[in-house]
Structure formats: structure tokens, C-alpha cells
């Protein structure tokens, strides 16, 4: 989903970077611009990345992830509602100490579905194996974040699990719960 420009301007002089809807490939590289021009004007200043994110496409959520992993600054990630499917990885991907979700965010551990292009034969089959190769790169990176094996986030993968901001602490994809404003 893409914001007014006056807005989009004002979170990126924040040096926040506001990631809703589905992870297609513009809204990954509206990120990934974001992120970069961030990482140049103020190289080792914090950054904030805040998702709302049902998922989407692997792809682009591991060219997001490449650059929220080699940026010079910090990047801190917070869950905002929902962080499903590829976004996941996003999530988990800031910087030790600073992965958050809020109160009453979700979190979908569960593998977007790939649909192929309706290519040849021979090109079906190499595009169908260039999809479980990124699959299994994203579970790679994931599974680096989490704090379980390969095997049970295999399983919840496949069961499709949803967590609380708590358990999605518990499971390692974020260090901490944001506390509400005081009333």
C-alpha cells in the first residue's frame, strides 16, 4: 500500500519506513530505496521498519532482508497488526534487541504459496525448481533468527502457525512486546 508523498517524506526524515500490504516486489523495492538513502545520509543512525504485512512474495522478501541484514545502521522492526508468510523473515531480520511487535500484533508462520509463470514445459520445471531453492533460502535465513530448529519450524510452517506478540517473542522472531501509551 503506498502513502501520501508528504507522509512517506515525513516518516523517511523520521527515519522510519512504513511496509503495509502485501511483499510484492514494489512495495520491497519502495523499502529497499527507503532504506538505502537512510543508510547513506546518516550511516549508523537507527533506523525503524514497521510491517503490516499479510506476506507475499519470497523473492522480494529476501532482497529485503539482504539489505535490512548489511545496512550499517540498525534497523529496528516492529510488527504493527500483522506480519505473515515472507514477512516474517523481514521481522526478524533487525538487529539483535531490536525486533518488536506490539500488544495485539499477529504473527502467520506459514510459507506463501508460489504460482509459476505458464512458461513451456522445460521452462516450467526450471521455474518450479528456482521456487523451492528460494523457499528453502528463506527457511534458512528464518530459521537462523528463531529459537527452535529447522525441524519444528518445518512443522509449524506446515501447520500454518499463528502467534501472539508474547509467543513470537517466546519462538525468537522478536526480542520484545512495545507497551501501550500510559493513560
Known amino acids: 500500500m503506498s502513502l501520501p508523498p508528504e507522509l512517506q517524506s515525513a516518516l523517511l526524515g523520521r527515519r522510519m519506513v512504513f511496509l503495509r500490504g502485501r511483499l510484492d516486489d514494489a512495495a520491497s523495492n519502495s523499502a529497499i530505496a527507503q532504506l538505502l ?3 547513506r545520509t546518516g550511516a549508523g543512525e537507527a533506523i525503524d521498519l514497521c510491517l ?5 512474495s519470497v523473492g522480494a522478501a529476501l532482497s529485503l532482508y539482504d539489505v535490512v541484514r548489511t545496512l550499517a545502521s540498525p534497523v529496528s ?5 500483522t506480519a505473515g508468510g515472507a514477512s516474517v523473515l523481514i521481522l526478524a531480520a ?16 506459514v510459507e506463501d504459496a508460489t504460482t509459476l509463470d505458464g512458461a513451456g514445459p522445460g521452462q516450467l520445471s526450471s521455474q518450479a525448481e528456482e521456487v523451492a531453492r528460494q523457499h528453502a533460502r528463506w527457511r534458512a535465513a528464518l530459521v537462523r533468527h528463531v529459537a527452535h530448529s529447522g525441524a519444528q519450524l518445518t512443522r509449524d510452517l506446515a501447520a500454518g ?3 501472539s506478540a508474547a509467543e513470537a517473542r517466546d ?11 500510559p493513560r
Open 161 to 163: 502457525r499463528w502467534l
Open 94 to 109: 533487525g538487529t539483535s534487541g531490536r525486533r518488536f511487535a506490539l500488544p495485539h500484533a499477529r504473527i502467520h508462520i
Open 77 to 81: 522492526t516492529t510488527c504493527m497488526g
Open 52 to 56: 503490516d504485512s499479510p506476506g507475499g
Open 171 to 181: 519462538y525468537g522472531i522478536v526480542d520484545g512486546i512495545l507497551p501501550g501509551a
Open 37 to 39: 538513502l537512510m543508510g
